[in-house]
């Protein structure tokens, strides 16, 4: 490891923060030898020493005290890990919401991603940044989707160096965070001069529209339960799944799991039974649990109102999941622009650990589990499971090859278990009806209920759920499907669209690959006439350009390749446009056969239906 610190030195402010996740180094900076032989006065706070994991928070804590990360901060940070800069410096300059070059404390993040593009994202950008020059303090940055979509447009602000209400920690410091949703633009100006003072966001539920109704299995508690009182949750049968999982036996448990036919619910629709005892029976120690609540997919915000509607239920469901699979601890990745979900699950956390639901002997069995959240910083690469490792493990968040699968080498290259947040909470009912039962719900091939985020061109968006087998017309009708309907997309930016005479298309996995799309997260986005739709598949090719790793050439170099077509043929509206076509085609072909991960290998899945299904350019 070659370590080579420059001269720069931190602020009070910056080194303050670094040891308040750190711990107070053992002898200060200025009476040490800086030499980059000599590191012994590195050595306080022991425990930080040599976990390179704590390079992530580290930077959230310096980039949530001053807004940015300055070369002095970020070099004190690699002297207290021993990590050599050049690779925190790569690893800061990999995600989204850091900045390594100076800023105002205060950014106004305006989500551009489809939905709040059809719903007027573009004029509400131009009318902040006409208002928040220079002289106001705030930057204005255009970014991907917020998972905010049920109330499109929408905005979040987050000022660094507050100890306002409601802010989140971060090493020891304090940001204030406000989210703007559904922004207009007097408000999102107000936000950002004092996000201290912005309402309060509207609750969880109202973004259940079929809430209150005690009949859904996985959103009943949602708008019934105070998600703050670990009591309420129990009084509404909270911790019932546990106890029966304790009775069962970690073998049991994936026994039922597995009898249930539970598949995973992020997109690859994994078998999670076959997942846990691939896991579970690994000889290698420790093990590891991980929940991916980094859902970034354009359209998706399914995580984040369970989380924040019932965040006690992904905290047994994780415990499940860990005792049934023998891990000790355990990590939740939560993207960093769900400031409310972050305050949901630290409490919830706190809350379960204080009354022995968490720690040494979880409910008096002997066993021990944990869990800690690691924050994302704006990643959608952070979705694919390696990358997700590599950024909890503190370097750049690029895809792993495979073999080997995570349940052999996974998180610190020890077996791992990864869910998303829907996948563990379905776990709940499967122990509590028994898998008999929740494999009644549904189809054979895709068995219990399933959550949908609906969005775009319909008078109720929101998250919705229903048994794997309802039709997609039959969703856009509860969600009220406005008239005029050009095209609904299935799956989000990494899906594909459908046509309006498409709509008895079965919302199952199966159902789906035999049409010729993909069910993916569940993500359901309606697009009447009004949205351009060539401007739509633009802003898809730019998305997938920004959030390609580069790692490999096919994604690195496709990407790009692609925006430009789309590019050209939207300056012509579509005219001439077969060689550019053709040409999408070819590199959408090299994209899916050869890219490492499924971001490359779907970057392609959407233009190519817009064009097969929907005649975009005729």
Not at 192 to 218: C, S, W
Not at 363 to 383: K, M, N, P, T
Not at 450 to 464: A, E, N, Q, T
Not at 519 to 530: C, E, I, K, P, Q
Request: aromatic content about 6%; charged content about 25%.
């Amino acid at each position: 490891m070659d370590l080579r610190f420059g001269d720069s030195r931190p602020t009070d402010e910056e080194r303050a923060a670094v040891d308040a996740l750190l711990g107070p180094p053992e002898s200060s900076w200025e009476g040490a030898d800086r030499s980059d032989a000599d590191l012994r006065w590195a050595r306080g706070g022991r425990a930080a020493r040599d976990r390179r994991d704590l390079l992530l928070p580290g930077l959230h804590a310096l980039n949530d005290r001053l807004g940015w990360i300055s070369e002095g901060g970020l070099d004190y940070l690699c002297r207290r890990l021993t990590v050599p800069p050049s690779e925190a410096y790569g690893v800061a300059t990999f995600y989204a919401l850091f900045s390594v070059r100076p800023r105002p404390a205060t950014v106004l993040h305006v989500c551009t991603d489809l939905a709040c593009a059809a719903a007027g994202a573009p004029r509400l950008c131009e009318a902040a940044e006409a208002r928040l020059g220079p002289e106001s303090g705030v930057t204005v940055e255009r970014g991907p989707c917020l998972g905010l979509c049920e109330r499109a447009p929408a905005a979040l602000v987050v000022r660094a160096g507050e100890d306002a209400a409601g802010a989140t920690a971060g090493g020891g410091v304090t940001r204030a965070a406000a989210v703007s949703a559904p922004a207009a633009p007097d408000a999102v100006v107000r936000a950002a001069l004092a996000p201290e003072n912005a309402p309060e966001e509207p609750p969880a539920a109202l973004a259940v529209p079929q809430a209150p109704d005690p009949g859904l299995l996985l959103l009943g508690r949602v708008g019934t339960v105070d998600p703050a009182d670990l009591d309420d949750y129990r009084a509404h049968g909270g911790y019932t799944a546990l106890r029966r999982a304790f009775a069962l036996g970690p073998a049991g448990v994936i026994r039922e799991v597995t009898d249930s036919g539970l598949l995973g619910r992020g997109g690859a629709a994994f078998p999670t039974g076959r997942k846990w005892q691939a896991t579970a029976s690994q000889p290698d120690h420790p093990h590891y649990l991980v929940c991916n609540a980094d859902e970034s997919e354009p359209g998706t915000f399914k995580d984040r109102v369970l989380m924040e509607g019932d965040p006690y239920a992904l905290v047994e469901a994780m415990t499940i999941a860990a005792y049934a699979t023998g891990a000790r601890h355990g990590y939740l990745y939560l993207r960093g622009e769900y400031p409310r979900a972050l305050v949901r699950m630290e409490h919830a956390i706190a809350q379960a650990r204080a009354r022995g639901l968490l720690g040494d002997d979880v409910l008096g069995q002997g066993f021990s589990f944990d869990i800690e959240i690691r924050r994302g910083a704006g990643a959608y690469i952070c979705g694919e499971e390696t990358a997700l490792f590599n950024s909890i493990e503190g370097f750049r968040g690029e895809p792993r090859s495979k073999p080997p699968f995570p349940v052999e080498k996974g998180l610190f290259g020890k077996p791992t278990v990864a869910n998303n947040v829907e996948t563990l909470v379905n776990v709940l009912p499967v122990l509590t009806l028994g898998a008999q039962a929740y494999a009644a719900i549904g189809t054979g091939a895709s068995t219990g209920p399933k959550l949908f985020c609906v969005s775009g061109s319909v008078d109720r968006p929101g998250i919705y759920e229903l048994p794997f087998g309802a039709t997609l017309g039959e969703l856009l009708a509860l969600a009220g499907v406005r008239d005029g309907l050009r095209a609904a997309l299935l799956g989000g930016a990494a899906g594909g669209f459908v046509r309006p005479d498409e709509l008895d298309i079965p919302l199952t996995f199966e159902g789906t690959r035999e049409a010729g799309t993909t069910l993916g997260s569940g993500v359901v986005m309606a697009f009447d006439d009004t949205v351009p739709l060539p401007r739509l598949l633009l802003r898809i090719a730019e998305f997938f350009r920004d959030e390609s790793c580069g790692q490999c050439v096919p994604c690195r170099v496709g990407t790009v390749r692609q925006e430009e077509a789309l590019h050209r043929i939207a300056e012509r509206t579509g005219a001439d446009a077969a060689a550019d076509i053709t040409l999408l085609r070819e590199v959408g072909r090299a994209m899916r056969d050869a890219s490492i991960c499924g971001l490359g290998q779907t970057a392609w899945n959407a233009v190519e239906s817009a064009i097969d299904r929907l005649g975009a350019y005729e």
